[in-house]
């Protein structure tokens, strides 16, 4: 009897040290490292500079946390003037992070917020193109995200939340950004310095400030997206033609000239969507379907009248635009909480199906790319 209480307790400890495991990284990676879902989560304490012929494999369902602290000592000199102070995870060997479209890795500042910048974010520094990829992830509270130097790095499928910049591509490369969705940066979602990326299919909506910051120089594609809400415009320094309606697309949006549509994107549980259900309920059926004309004066009659106004900018070089709940405070644009927090409305979202309808952007079912990081396929074969 002993044996077995001793046997029961002892898996009972086993199972609660697992359960709390955790691991704490910083430094120098100089061969091939991987982090798994089971080891973690793993809490960076420090730089951490994956050198050139390493790599780094992140597993999906990996949480990292990146610890409340401000640098003294530097691996490599410093990126810039944020990455003096704040930790980053930067790479220029090999990083592959490949997360799930429903095990997704997440990155996370030890306290988040809004507008609290715990770290200085990912770096991809002149890293090879063919090992470099990020897809599935969840990164916020960073000052930049993702940061792109001289590489032709995938970024595609993420979220990423109230950074101050969402993602920079600096100085050549032509990385491809798609299938993301970039939401309450405080500067930018993107930000464009003399590079060259590919930017389709992202949802770029309710930032602070600008949607896409460019160079007025750079050659950038940017089709195929979905911008609203941003505060101070969807486009700065970019392409004039780049926000002025001009087309209609299948799914009867209008679009601009590379197809971006100017639309709320309408999350489930938003209150685009509410509103969206409530004149949907509240549309009079048309009188020459009806058959009993005596019924359906009594219920028109009792029907309550809804007025829906829409205000925004369709242009979206100046104002941001706004739709009809900007001036609410009391309620946000997107509901950020929940297991479902950002899927699209499957009856009213304009991003269904909206996307680049190369084969090669289809969604997992086969059907034409949605719009964010629902859309696109689990594995790229290019």
Same mark, same amino acid.
């Given at each position: 009897?002993?044996?077995?209480?001793?046997?029961?307790?002892?898996?009972?400890?086993?199972?609660?040290?697992?359960?709390? /495991?955790?691991?704490?990284?910083? $430094?120098?990676?100089?061969?091939?490292?991987?982090?798994?879902?089971?080891?973690?989560?793993?809490?960076?304490?420090?730089?951490?500079?994956?050198?050139?012929?390493?790599?780094?494999?992140?597993?999906?369902?990996?949480?990292?946390?990146?610890?409340?602290?401000?640098?003294?000592?530097?691996?490599?000199?410093?990126?810039?003037?944020?990455?003096?102070?704040?930790?980053?995870?930067?790479?220029?060997?090999?990083?592959?992070?490949?997360?799930?479209?429903?095990?997704?890795?997440?990155?996370?500042?030890?306290?988040?917020?809004?507008?609290?910048?715990?770290?200085?974010?990912?770096?991809?520094?002149?890293?090879?193109?063919?090992?470099?990829? *990020?897809?599935?992830?969840?990164?916020?509270?960073?000052?930049?995200?993702?940061?792109?130097?001289?590489?032709?790095?995938?970024?595609?499928?993420?979220?990423?939340?109230?950074?101050?910049?969402?993602?920079?591509?600096?100085? $050549?490369?032509?990385?491809?950004?798609?299938?993301?969705?970039?939401?309450?940066?405080? #500067?930018? #979602?993107?930000?464009?310095?003399?590079?060259?990326?590919?930017?389709?299919?992202?949802?770029?909506?309710?930032?602070?400030?600008?949607?896409?910051?460019?160079?007025?120089?750079?050659?950038?594609?940017?089709?195929?997206?979905?911008?609203?809400?941003?505060?101070? $415009?969807?486009?700065?320094?970019?392409?004039?033609?780049?926000?002025?309606? /001009?087309? *209609?697309?299948?799914?009867?949006? /209008?679009?601009?000239? #590379?197809?971006?549509?100017?639309?709320?994107?309408?999350?489930?549980?938003?209150?685009?969507?509410?509103?969206?259900?409530?004149?949907?309920?509240?549309?009079?059926?048309?009188?020459?379907?009806?058959?009993?004309?005596? *019924?359906?004066?009594?219920?028109?009659?009792?029907?309550?009248?809804?007025?829906?106004?829409?205000?925004?900018?369709?242009?979206?070089?100046?104002?941001?635009?706004?739709?009809?709940?900007? $001036?609410?405070?009391?309620?946000?644009?997107?509901?950020?909480?929940?297991?479902?927090?950002?899927?699209?409305?499957?009856?009213?979202?304009?991003?269904?199906?909206?996307?680049?309808?190369?084969?090669?952007?289809?969604?997992?079912?086969?059907?034409?790319?949605?719009?964010?990081?629902?859309?696109?396929?689990?594995?790229?074969?290019?």
């Amino acid at each position: 009897m002993r044996t077995t209480y001793f046997l029961f307790f002892a898996l009972i400890f086993a199972l609660s040290s697992h359960a709390y /495991s955790q691991t704490t990284v910083s $430094g120098i990676i100089e061969r091939e490292t991987r982090w798994n879902a089971e080891d973690g989560p793993f809490i960076v304490v420090g730089d951490i500079l994956v050198t050139r012929r390493a790599s780094l494999i992140i597993a999906p369902g990996t949480q990292v946390i990146i610890k409340d602290t401000v640098k003294t000592e530097y691996l490599t000199v410093p990126f810039d003037k944020a990455d003096s102070t704040l930790i980053s995870i930067r790479v220029q060997g090999a990083l592959t992070i490949l997360g799930r479209r429903n095990n997704p890795i997440t990155f996370t500042p030890q306290t988040a917020g809004a507008a609290n910048f715990g770290w200085r974010g990912i770096i991809i520094d002149e890293a090879d193109s063919r090992y470099a990829e *990020i897809a599935f992830a969840e990164i916020s509270g960073a000052a930049t995200g993702i940061t792109i130097k001289r590489s032709n790095a995938i970024i595609r499928n993420n979220v990423i939340e109230n950074c101050n910049i969402g993602i920079h591509a600096m100085f $050549g490369g032509s990385p491809r950004i798609q299938n993301n969705l970039i939401t309450s940066s405080f #500067a930018a #979602a993107i930000k464009v310095e003399r590079s060259n990326p590919q930017i389709s299919n992202n949802i770029i909506a309710f930032n602070k400030n600008i949607g896409i910051w460019c160079d007025n120089s750079s050659r950038i594609r940017i089709n195929y997206n979905c911008f609203f809400g941003n505060r101070d $415009g969807n486009f700065l320094d970019c392409d004039p033609e780049l926000g002025r309606l /001009s087309k *209609i697309n299948k799914n009867k949006d /209008s679009t601009d000239a #590379a197809n971006n549509i100017m639309s709320d994107p309408v999350f489930v549980g938003s209150p685009a969507e509410a509103r969206a259900i409530e004149l949907d309920v509240n549309v009079p059926t048309d009188p020459s379907r009806v058959r009993d004309t005596a *019924i359906f004066r009594i219920v028109n009659a009792q029907r309550p009248q809804t007025v829906v106004s829409n205000d925004t900018n369709a242009n979206g070089n100046g104002s941001g635009g706004s739709d009809d709940n900007a $001036g609410d405070t009391s309620e946000p644009r997107v509901r950020l909480s929940g297991k479902n927090r950002f899927v699209l409305s499957a009856k009213y979202s304009p991003c269904l199906n909206a996307g680049d309808p190369a084969r090669r952007f289809n969604n997992p079912n086969g059907k034409r790319n949605t719009i964010g990081p629902e859309g696109g396929p689990e594995f790229l074969n290019d």
